[in-house]
């Protein structure tokens, strides 16, 4: 999926509005602290994270 990145700013300052922080590292530190991230390194060429679908309870489908 290519996105620009503006786009990928827009959902993530929306996604830290809902969650109530302030700053990238604190979005990381709640969702880490939410299960919502595994802690595998991402495969070779990989630009996603590893995010867990919470409705499967697995690492999420690039």
């Keep these: 999926m290519l996105i620009a990145e ?3 700013k827009q959902h993530r300052g929306r996604v ?3 969650m ?3 700053s990238v590292a604190e979005l990381v530190q709640a ?7 595994t802690n595998q390194p991402a495969s070779a060429g990989s630009l996603h994270a590893n995010i ?3 409705q499967s309870k697995g690492p999420a489908k690039p």
């Design 16 to 18: 830290m509005e809902k």
């Design 31 to 37: 969702c880490e602290a939410a299960g919502l991230l």
């Design 52 to 54: 867990v679908n919470p």
């Design 20 to 22: 109530g922080v302030r």
């Design 6 to 8: 503006q786009t990928v």
